[in-house]
């Protein structure tokens, strides 16, 4: 396995991602949910190309996935930055220096094993223990629960208007809108009916 940063580009299976309501936790449900989105074709590169050219933080774009898909519900601006700031301490402390870390290490080589290559594994591995705490500490900040009712018709359109409200909420500019976009149809597509050759809109 790998992380968010570009340690995770493919996964040698899927998952069967639990629902809220069922008895695994919360946190587990999400982490099983970013795992199968994540190896899903582009949705890797576009989460990196989001948080490096733009500064997103791939795990709460991951959780507004979550929720449009788990409960066709989306963020509201309160609730993200609640989000953002229930992880910014570990992301600053510990999340990003990993991942400086871990990309300082990256071997030129990639076939050759050298030192350099098992604490680059080494790295990897810590990397994903620590994306992981952040999710974790996501799911007990949103704990309390979305609003009831808000419900949207498409988990898009939820999708949708969750990342939006974070694109807004961290200021970034318009150009991030298309990719924000991209991910959505990538990581959330629509439905093929059988028998149907027309494709569904894009969000």
């Known amino acids: 396995m790998k ?3 570009g340690v995770l580009s493919g996964h040698p299976f899927r998952l069967k991602v639990p629902r809220m309501n069922e008895s695994a936790t919360d946190a587990e449900a999400f982490w099983a949910f970013s795992l199968e ?3 899903k074709p582009q949705v890797a590169e576009l989460c990196i190309a989001l948080q490096d050219e733009y500064g997103f933080d791939v795990n709460l774009l991951l959780l507004g996935l979550w929720v449009a898909e788990m409960q066709r519900k989306a963020l509201d601006a309160e609730r993200i930055c609640e989000l953002r700031e229930a992880v910014a301490q570990l992301n600053d402390n510990l999340v990003h220096p990993l991942r400086r870390a871990r990309r ?3 071997p030129s080589d990639p076939v050759a094993e050298t030192p350099r290559h098992k604490i680059y594994g080494a790295l990897k591995q810590v990397e994903l223990e620590a994306e992981r705490l952040v999710q974790a500490e996501m799911v007990e900040t949103l704990a309390a629960g ?3 009712g808000g419900e949207t018709p ?3 359109a939820a999708a949708r208007a969750s990342l939006e409200r974070y694109r807004q909420s961290i200021e970034a500019p318009d150009s ?3 990719p924000l976009a991209q ?3 990538k990581a959330l597509p629509w439905p093929v009916l059988p ?3 027309r494709a569904a809109p894009h969000p």
């Open 154 to 156: 498409t988990p898009q």
């Open 183 to 185: 991910l959505i149809v």
């Open 176 to 178: 991030a809108t298309a």
């Open 104 to 106: 300082w290490a990256k």
């Open 146 to 148: 979305l609003q009831r």
């Open 3 to 5: 992380g968010w940063s």
């Open 37 to 39: 989105v994540y190896a």
């Open 195 to 197: 028998g149907s050759a």
